[in-house]
């Protein structure tokens, strides 16, 4: 089992930054890919980023591309993501998840993550 806990969301203007952090409970967290998703209102949740367990693979959704940056801190129990450059578009409840299925690649698919947390706003003002 493993709880998800995400922090760091806001009221921003376009332009700014935040980096998101998600702290995992459990032992196992370093052995799980673990991604980012967000839903805007009226939206279906999208892919944002996802990075494999070691940090060695990373993927990110075109939207985001260039933007966004997702780490991770195993030590830390800990998945960050540095969103730069916000747009109004940016603006969504930001969910992270864990995948603990063993996968070739990395999964956009909300379907194939096992655990979520709760969310934390991002709000981007123009």
């Known amino acids: 089992q493993v709880q998800l806990i995400e922090s760091g969301g806001g009221l921003v203007q376009a332009g700014a930054s935040l980096r998101l952090s998600c702290a995992a409970s459990g032992r196992t967290f370093s052995s799980y890919a673990m991604g980012w998703f967000r839903q805007a209102p009226g939206k279906e949740r999208e892919f944002v980023a996802a990075?494999?367990?070691?940090?060695?693979?990373?993927s990110y959704a075109d939207s985001v591309k260039g933007r966004f940056t997702i780490s991770r801190d195993n030590a830390k129990n800990t998945v960050y993501l540095q969103v730069d450059s916000l747009k109004p578009e940016d603006t969504a409840v930001y969910y992270c998840a864990a995948d603990q299925a063993v996968r070739s690649t990395l999964s956009t698919r909300v379907t194939a993550y096992n655990y979520w947390g709760q969310g934390t706003q991002v709000t981007v003002s123009s």
């Open positions: 990075i494999s367990w070691s940090g060695g693979r990373i």
